[in-house]
């Protein structure tokens, strides 16, 4: 997972509620055994429709998807974080976002951000009044800041979870911090035990 202390960019305005993984990443999708390539696949129903957000070419490049409350509910496939990366967005705000689905973007340098619904619904209508706004998401600072809207709000972010992000650990780097402890501990043990050495 590559390191994110800030982004920077566009955003695509999703004025949708209570989005489901289903929607976010098809279930038809789900039969792809490479972690990459989904971003073809999202919303991929409602992409069907010419005048779907993501169809509309002002919004191409942007990294941000502001979307409606209760966003990522439903079945805890990693692939619908999986999809919005693999697509371009580097942070998704919401008023509501599921618990799981959260997880699943941390763990992979999704950046979930939770604000106010107000503001969550100021930021959409001005994305549609603009999509060139400018929209800076900063993890060091846990800040949302848009300069043309006179708008800096602080988001939820716990210090781990912050930590995760400016330092680009997944799981996997979590653990290899530790790699040599890990090799003196597996050194150590009798031959005749499982290893996670190779032979």
């Given at each position: ?35 990459t ?6 919303f ?36 619908a ?10 942070v ?84 290899e ?11 150590a ?11």
């Open positions: 997972m590559l390191a994110v202390q800030r982004v920077q960019g566009t955003a695509v305005p999703l004025d949708r509620s209570d989005v489901d993984t289903d929607q976010i990443i098809p279930a038809e999708w789900l039969k792809r055994i490479e972690r390539g989904f971003g073809a696949g999202l991929s129903a409602w992409r069907q429709d010419p005048a779907f957000v993501l169809n509309q070419p002002r919004y191409s490049g942007a990294s941000i998807l502001v979307a409606g409350p209760n966003f990522g509910t439903g079945s805890s496939r990693e692939h974080a999986w999809a919005l990366q693999d697509y371009g967005f580097e998704v705000i919401s008023s509501r976002i599921a618990d799981i689905f959260r997880n699943n973007c941390t763990k992979i340098g999704v950046l979930p951000v939770v604000l106010a619904h107000d503001v969550v619904d100021r930021l959409m209508r001005a994305i549609e009044d603009d999509p060139a706004l400018e929209i800076v998401v900063d993890v060091q600072e846990r800040t949302v800041w848009v300069g043309a809207l006179d708008l800096s709000e602080p988001f939820p972010l716990d210090d781990f979870t912050q930590y995760r992000f400016l330092n680009g650990l997944d799981d996997i780097g979590l653990s911090r530790h790699a040599a402890a890990i090799a003196a501990y597996e050194a043990r009798p031959s005749y035990l499982p290893t996670t050495t190779p032979v």
